[in-house]
């Protein structure tokens, strides 16, 4: 399972970017789809969860509460996170992650390409 992530770039802080991840590949079902985070220096941290059936709960770091919105389009295995208010210390490399099930149920936990944001003061 692939996953190819895009939306990061330069934004002044206070501003907003949307990113998105895509999943590809032998895929049955997805349980969850994820953002991680990992600023030079530091360690990759989780930004935000969704679970991908139901009602679609979320999960958030107390960093980022109020700001970030992560969703999701089942149909289209993709992930979104729509950032506002970018501060700074938001700047990082971004991962999407997914975990869920092939065809044959194997599981799977993929990981996507980062893709940088830079918030500039």
């Known amino acids: 399972v692939q996953l190819q992530a895009s939306g990061g770039g330069l934004v002044q802080a206070g501003g907003s970017l949307r990113l998105s991840c895509a999943a590809s590949?032998?895929?049955?079902?997805?349980?969850?789809m994820a953002w991680y985070r990992q600023a030079p220096g530091k360690e990759r941290e989780l930004v935000a969860i969704?679970?991908?059936?139901?009602?679609?709960?979320?999960n958030y770091a107390d960093s980022v509460k109020g700001r970030f919105t992560i969703s999701r389009d089942n149909a289209k295995n993709t992930v979104y996170l729509q950032m506002n208010s970018l501060k700074p210390e938001d700047t990082a490399d971004y991962y999407c992650?997914?975990?869920?099930?092939?065809?044959?149920?194997?599981?799977?936990?993929?990981w996507g390409q980062g893709t940088l944001v830079t918030v500039s003061s």
């Open positions: 590949g032998s895929i049955f079902s997805i349980s969850a």
């Open positions: 992650n997914a975990a869920g099930r092939t065809p044959t149920f194997t599981t799977f936990n993929s």
């Open positions: 969704i679970i991908s059936s139901g009602s679609g709960s979320t």
